[in-house]
């Protein structure tokens, strides 16, 4: 006997939660390219260059960020979240 066909979406929840787990895999992606980026910018004497003051700032506020990013992620992918996966919802 067949079993019936699985629903094509996912529900709501699942969808999102899934969406965000992707988003905590990309993350160190974003952060390697987000780090680089001081090194594509010339040094320069004249007033609109970019000085190693802007660079260590930009550095470390990507690296605050990133920090922020991945707590707020964990906080709501976290086992204790509302709708978490346990063991008996997996198929």
Known sequence: ????????????????????????????????VLLLIPLLWTPSDDVGGVGNAASLLFVFGVWAG???????????????????ETRDDLP
Do not use: C, Q, T
């Not at 067949?2 to 952060?31: I, Q, S, T």
């Not at 990133?66 to 709708?83: C, T």
């Open 1 to 32: 006997m067949k079993r019936p066909p699985r629903p094509v979406f996912l529900a709501p929840a699942g969808y999102r939660r899934k969406r965000l787990r992707d988003a905590a895999y990309l993350l160190p992606l974003l952060g390697v």
């Open 66 to 84: 990133l920090i922020a990013l991945a707590f707020v992620l964990s906080l709501v992918l976290g086992p204790n979240a509302e709708g978490a």
